[in-house]
């Protein structure tokens, strides 16, 4: 644990790429930056991923800013699953030490009041609050999902002048109710709904639209309130593509000709996010403010292909929910007119995470990216490299070289695989599809050994090398072994009664319920 602690403040230090500045003197020169986190985001569910075009996949704005006007981030990854990736984004750490677990917004343990709640511990600095300090004004518009129990753990606590979202994993995209474990508790049995606005329940705007609509609406009142010299910070976590799957019947329509029901969704509503950013790139012009915009879009983990979902990763195995590299391996770019010009039509293969733009964009702003507060804590420290050298161009390599999946570790070329995992088979161009509809249920027997795969040079994981390759397989164990003993895995408790209360409080809305 000491050395790789010392090992990571040297990389930390050897980043940083220019000595910190006030926010006065440093505001004048900062970039906007606009992070877009979509969410279930299958691999093939964008054009840029097709060799083949198919009038399926109708996604001009999201190919464009890539492929001609951005940098492709070809190997970068998240957690399997939702509030882990959201978690690290946020905190600036890998998932192993943040969180790991999907649980709902209710949860709480009473003997731990610093990581006894769902989500993000309490006294962990989030990236808007570093921003901040070097003048930045950060908003935050769609799904949360990293923490609800106090007013610390919303996003106006994390450090956000404003927002307009939700708490949970998911809810409905007309009325936004959601499930939750109180409702075993009496008098809150059913759904409630989970939209909030800043610091109170938006009962104003619950059921007047389709929800990425609402989202869409604020991201525009966002924009266009922005004084454009002063540096903005905006995460706009879209609803979509994540379940249920629901659109408006005009996006429905366009893609009637597709004879599965779920997969016809799936692509309109990825079609309904491509015009959204059409409108954002488009107010950012009209603003003056795409010229000095670095803009990073990214999915929260791979698309889920299980039944039900309408997500497609060919030609990479898995989804959502497993480790192969449909579920970890994620659709990512940069662009924006701060993108340097001899960087955009490119793409780079180095390894990225989320955990990454906490610090990369620390540096950006010139803010020192150490977590004092955690650390006086006794809480994991930030794990993110400076990744600005490789995205400009400065350099040609990641420094990342290593990436803990939790069970199972990318070092180099290689990934191990241990335990049983599920998902361990692949989709075909169209997917899911009248021959395939109950998801991809194969699994592989793994085990301690594990399977192991060149994914650079096998990056649909065909061939498990562990046979021809033990000793790789038994290096690659030693460090999956050395990252599982540094793992933060706190009691968080169960659902609380006073989630209930609050939200009987609140008119059937959930929001904080803690002080």
Known sequence: MAKLASLFLLAVLATVHSPFLTAQSAAATLPHIVFVLVDDWGWANVGYHRATPTKEVQTPTFDRLCKQEGLELDQHYAFKFCS?????????RLPAHVNMQNLASSFVNPKDPVSGFTGIPRNMTCIAEKLNLAGYE????????AGMATPDHTPKGRGFKSSLGYFHHDNDYWNEEVADPIEYFPGCAGNHVDLWDTDHPAHDLNGTAYEEELFANRVESVLTAHDADKPLFLYYAPHIAHMPLQVPKAYADKFSFIDDEHRQIYHAMVNYLDDVMAKIEKLLISKGMWNNTLMVVSSDNGGPVYAGAGANNYPLKGGK????????????????????????????????????????????????????????????????????????????????????????????????LVDMMGQAGWTGPQYPNKTKVEGIDAVEECGYQGCLYNIKADPEERHNLVTTMPDKAREMRVRLDAWDDTMFLPNRGLPDKKACDQVKANGDFFGPFLA
């Open 138 to 145: 950060s908003h935050q518009v769609g799904k949360w999902d």
């Open 84 to 92: 882990p990736s959201r978690c690290s984004l946020m905190s600036g």
């Open 321 to 416: 929910m497993s480790n192969f590299q449909g579920g970890v391996r994620v659709n990512a770019f940069v662009t924006g007119g701060y993108l340097p010009v001899s960087q955009r039509g490119k793409m780079t293969d180095g390894y990225i995470t989320l955990s990454d733009w906490y610090t990369t964009f620390c540096a950006i702003a010139s803010i020192d990216p150490t977590d004092e507060k955690a650390a006086k804590a006794n809480l994991p420290p930030i794990d993110g490299y400076d990744m600005w050298p490789l995205v400009s161009g400065a350099n040609t390599t990641s420094p990342r070289t290593e990436i803990p999946l939790n069970p199972g570790l990318i070092s180099g070329d290689y990934k191990l």
